[in-house]
């Protein structure tokens, strides 16, 4: 079960990485982020997930959905505190991020899709364990 896990994860990420090379290509975003870079930030969302899968085996089914709610809000903004200023090159000192709509909606595409990843990947946790 253990390999069968960890091998859908690692799928999902390059799945993930591949979209979001994608969409930067098709918008014709030109950043200075390189693919490990991606990787790394994707990457975040692992130690999310055993939080939750922890809460869950501690506290059952209740315990996983607090702490799927706290640890999604906790990673978007984490991300996108963080890439703003990697996809957003033109933020300014007052914390306002200009840039195209494009790459704002690219920035919350990133940001929002980790939740789901998240779900989808530690949902049958909470099932198996009651």
């Not at 990420?13 to 030109?30: C, F, K, N, R, W």
């Amino acid at each position: 079960m253990l390999g069968m896990t960890a091998t859908t994860a690692f799928v999902w990420l390059m799945i993930e990485i591949g979209i979001v090379q994608l969409a930067m290509y098709l918008i014709s975003v030109t950043t200075d982020i390189k693919i490990f870079d991606l990787a790394s930030f994707s990457g975040y969302k692992f130690v999310h997930m055993i939080v939750c899968v922890i809460a869950s085996m501690l506290l059952g089914s209740l315990g996983y959905y607090f702490s799927f709610i706290y640890a999604s809000a906790a990673i978007v903004y984490f991300l996108i505190c963080t890439l703003r200023y990697i996809i957003l090159p033109d933020s300014t000192e007052d914390r306002i991020a200009r840039g195209s709509k494009r790459r704002n909606n690219l920035l919350l595409l990133i940001a929002f899709i980790q939740p789901l990843i998240m779900f989808w990947l530690t949902h049958h946790v909470t099932y198996a364990a009651e």
